[in-house]
């Protein structure tokens, strides 16, 4: 069974870091694609990187610059990076799965692309 576990999460200080993890199990990352998403109160589900098969990344506006998505399929995990982080980066962070319909180099920062999610990690960033 397919299944993703984020880690990582917690309470940090504006301008502070922290790295996220999502370690998957019942299947091989190699032939995934997978994004973080991450869900403020009030607001909808937004999607924040991504990386293809082929490592390649993309990342919302409101983040680049400032998050990292890498991943390491021997260690079956995904993370994030994160650093400078800001008042508006307080959320529920999620990853998530799918085989690329469109290649290795695909991925998306769409939500309704994924079908496979982990349970999420509270990140708050608070003074």
């Known amino acids: 069974q397919l299944q993703l576990v984020e880690s990582g999460g917690g309470l940090v200080q504006p301008g502070g870091s922290l790295r996220l993890s999502c370690v998957a199990s019942?299947?091989?990352?190699?032939?995934?694609?997978i994004g973080w998403f991450r869900r403020a109160p009030g607001k909808e589900r937004e999607g924040v990187a991504c990386?293809?098969?082929?490592?390649?990344?993309n990342y919302a506006d409101s983040v680049k610059g400032r998050f990292t998505i890498s991943r390491d399929n021997a260690k079956h995990t995904v993370y994030l990076q994160m650093s400078s982080l800001k008042r508006d980066d307080t959320a529920v962070y999620y990853c998530?799965?799918?085989?690329?319909?469109?290649?290795?180099?695909?991925?998306?920062?769409?939500?309704?692309?994924?079908?496979?999610w982990g349970q999420g990690t509270q990140v708050t960033v608070s003074s």
């Open positions: 019942g299947f091989s990352l190699d032939y995934y694609a």
């Open positions: 990386i293809s098969i082929s490592d390649r990344t």
């Open positions: 998530a799965a799918v085989r690329p319909p469109y290649g290795s180099s695909w991925s998306s920062l769409g939500v309704s692309e994924y079908d496979s």
